[in-house]
């Protein structure tokens, strides 16, 4: 019935009260009926006694000594956390749909104050809230008035009518929440994560799981645990991609994205899409040889000459560290055993003078770094074409 009135609501915008005020109806309703007809008796859960009145003050119970000091940190760091990362999910979340900016310093203020406030009032952590903020916007409020009568409602509610929720049922209450969840179940968004990113999507329904069958936080730990697996992932396993020359032009681009890119007899290219360090320099020799051998085994096969030049394309290369200059000079000598010459094509700024710090340039040779894949084809086939 819930559920129903909600619909309505959002459908004839006269109605915006039905939606409103259902939630409301179906808890003096359900424990009207729970009341009189005593069902807790027969197995129907109900929310039973909640103790009258405002939280007592609790200043006087702030201690910062004590053995539990270092406990009680480490806790609360951890609380913050996840309290802040439930809070500008949440935030974001519900600012895209209603399209309007959220600002996380402000957020972190305002839920630094908030606890602050509240530890001396008895309260929890506390940080936004899901579902009531689900029920506030499937209810149709839109500033934070909403949350001022709120807030004098429950003060009204916790003096005087505490004891009339009792009978309240679990049920009902499980059921507003899901009735506001459920408005935020986006399916096509879901599928548009499945086309474009499939690592994305395993994140979200992580995510999705977590929070129906655990918790938010659960929920949250696994999104940021899939999210961080994948990052670290595309940081040890950076893409490589091997170029060929688009007919008629003078551009070089990835021949999976270009298949009618033409190859140039002797000469392969290969372009290096992530910056250089410890933890992908070894990966990226590895694979830049492994399309080397690739490559020769079918120039073999189509008795094709053979690979005389190796042009390493940087230009996507933003940084390179010590581990990744060690993997270019065991490229090198790699190279230099099989009778192929590196030649390095646009590196950028900050690699140029790092090649030149390491005296890398020395190794290779000054005449084998280029501004652009271009330059270095046309040096290297006029070589082969001058040799005997």
Known sequence: ????????GKKKKKLFWVSAIAPLISVV?????????????????????????????????????GKYLGRGFRIGVLAGMIALTEAVAIGRTFASMKEYQLEGNKEMVALGTMNIVGSMT????????????????MAGCHTAVSNIVMSGVVLLTLEFITPLFKYTPNAILASIIISAVIGLIDIEAVILIWKIDKFDFVACMGAFFGVVFSSVEIGLLIAVTISFAKILLQVTRPRTAILRKIPRTTVYRNILQYPDATKVPGILIVRVDSAIYFSNSNYIKERILRWLVDEAEKQKENSQPRIQYLIVEMSPVTDIDTSGIHAMEELLRSLE??????VVANPGPVVVDKLHASKFHEMIGEDRIFLAVEDAVLTCAAKMDSEP
């Open 29 to 65: 309703l359900s424990t009207f009926f729970v009341f009189i007809t005593r069902a807790d008796k027969h197995g129907v859960q109900i929310v039973k006694h909640i103790r009258k009145g405002i939280n007592p003050p609790s200043v006087d119970e702030i201690f910062f000594s």
């Open 1 to 8: 019935m819930m559920l129903y009135k909600t619909e309505q």
């Open 122 to 137: 008895s309260c929890y952590v506390s940080t936004g809230s899901f579902s009531r903020t689900a029920v506030n916007y």
């Open 337 to 342: 055993k099989r009778d192929v010459k590196l």
